[in-house]
């Protein structure tokens, strides 16, 4: 098995879901009264779930030295596809949720933007991972 600094440092399938279950994991804290004023510093959790996933379970992080595959015609446009769709689904919730977050008409209505947030940027991520 090779050691932490021979694991290849680009996003991997499964800091996805590492992300994904930081960012449910921020949405439920930000509900706790004491902790609901703080709801800007939970932004931080997926990417503190990535970091624990790595350090915790670095065998589902391939070597760096693992030769990449090649892809045919349809496994390219399919990862363009991603990107382009993932990419577009979260440029326009990161535009409302800073919109809803600049005004606060309904503070709790933008958190529930970070969740489409998140599935387009892990939409796009799987269409960037396949092409690199």
């Keep these: 098995m090779a050691s932490e600094s021979g694991r290849n440092p680009t996003l991997h399938f499964w ?5 994904i279950l930081g960012l449910a994991v921020a949405g439920a804290l930000s509900r706790i ?5 703080f709801g800007l510093l939970w932004i931080g959790a997926p990417a503190a779930f990535v970091a624990l996933r790595r350090v915790a379970l670095p065998q ?3 070597a ?3 030769p990449r595959p090649t892809l045919s015609f349809w ?3 399919g ?11 979260t440029l326009l919730s990161g535009i409302v949720f800073y919109i809803n977050a600049t005004h606060a008409t ?10 489409p947030l998140a599935i387009g940027g892990a939409i796009a991520a799987v269409g960037v991972r396949k092409l690199t």
Excluded at 15 to 19: H, L, M, T
Excluded at 33 to 37: F, K, M, S, T
């Design 64 to 66: 760096a030295t693992v």
């Design 33 to 37: 009264p004491l902790l609901e004023g």
């Design 75 to 77: 496994q390219r446009l």
């Design 15 to 19: 800091d996805v879901p590492a992300a």
């Design 60 to 62: 589902l992080t391939p």
């Design 106 to 115: 309904r503070a709790e209505f933008s958190w529930k933007l970070l969740l």
């Design 79 to 89: 990862a363009y596809c991603c990107l382009i769709v993932g990419g577009v689904i």
